[in-house]
């Protein structure tokens, strides 16, 4: 079976750094995707990590270890509009079917 | 804009309805996916297309017809729902299967069934 393990929620102050854990245990592997949901609205893409190591995108990093099957996201200098639900999803075959964690609800307070 | 719009955003119906819920890409991507997302649980993936051929059916009960008439529109027709079927169904593109391009979600139908 698949497994994707992220916690519920996670509060942080502004300009702070918060990071999001995520482990997964799935039958196949083959890179993990990082989405952000504003509540009503689109999941939108993050970051991708195929390979090992951190990979930087402006204020936002993720990192991954496909031996551990674990990845993290990083938000860095945090700000309000942070405020939203962070989605791990590893892809789990080759043409690419994305696994949904349940996502990591992260609250920025002033 | 993600380039991707789903109609109606909110649709209420009886369980004795039969409605459709409509996805249209903008983005010349040829793949096209439905998920339901209900409340604090993951995205399910329900349908998936390529090139207008169905690529899986993930289980999903014969009340959820899915339809895909070109690799631009993406259809969703329900009939006799359940109350459990109550959540907000996203539909997504991506320029190929298998390919490390992201998928890129529309804002969802938000469905209610009395």
């Known amino acids: 079976g698949q497994n994707i393990d992220q916690p519920t929620e996670m509060t942080a102050t502004e300009g702070a750094i918060v990071q999001i854990n995520c482990t997964y245990q799935?039958?196949?592997?083959?890179?993990l995707f990082w989405y952000q949901q504003h509540a009503g609205e689109a999941p939108t893409f993050l970051s991708y990590?195929?390979?090992?190591g951190l990979e930087e995108k402006g204020r936002f990093s993720s990192f991954l270890s496909r031996s551990k099957g674990y990845s993290y996201l990083l938000l860095k200098e945090l700000q309000m509009k942070d405020s939203a639900s962070y989605l791990c999803?590893?892809?789990?075959?080759?043409?690419?079917?994305?696994?949904f964690g349940a996502g990591t609800q992260v609250v920025v307070t002033p | 804009e993600t380039g991707v719009t789903q109609t109606p955003r909110h649709l209420v119906m009886g369980m004795t309805n039969k409605k459709s819920l409509k996805c249209e890409q903008h983005?010349?991507?040829?793949?096209m996916y439905w998920y339901k997302q209900s409340a604090k649980k993951p995205l399910e993936l329900m349908f998936v297309?390529?090139?207008?051929?169905?690529?899986e059916n993930n289980s999903v009960p014969s009340r959820f017809s899915p339809e895909c008439p070109n690799s631009s529109h993406l259809f969703l027709h329900l009939h006799t729902l359940q109350p459990e079927d109550s959540a907000l169904y996203l539909c997504?593109?991506?320029?190929?299967?298998?390919?490390?391009?992201?998928?890129?979600f529309g804002d969802g139908t938000r469905l209610s069934i009395l």
């Open positions: 999803a590893p892809r789990t075959d080759s043409w690419g079917k994305l696994q």
């Open positions: 997504a593109s991506s320029q190929e299967l298998g390919g490390n391009q992201p998928q890129h």
């Open positions: 983005l010349g991507h040829n793949a």
């Open positions: 799935t039958s196949g592997f083959n890179g």
């Open positions: 297309y390529s090139l207008e051929e169905r690529v």
């Open positions: 990590n195929v390979l090992d």
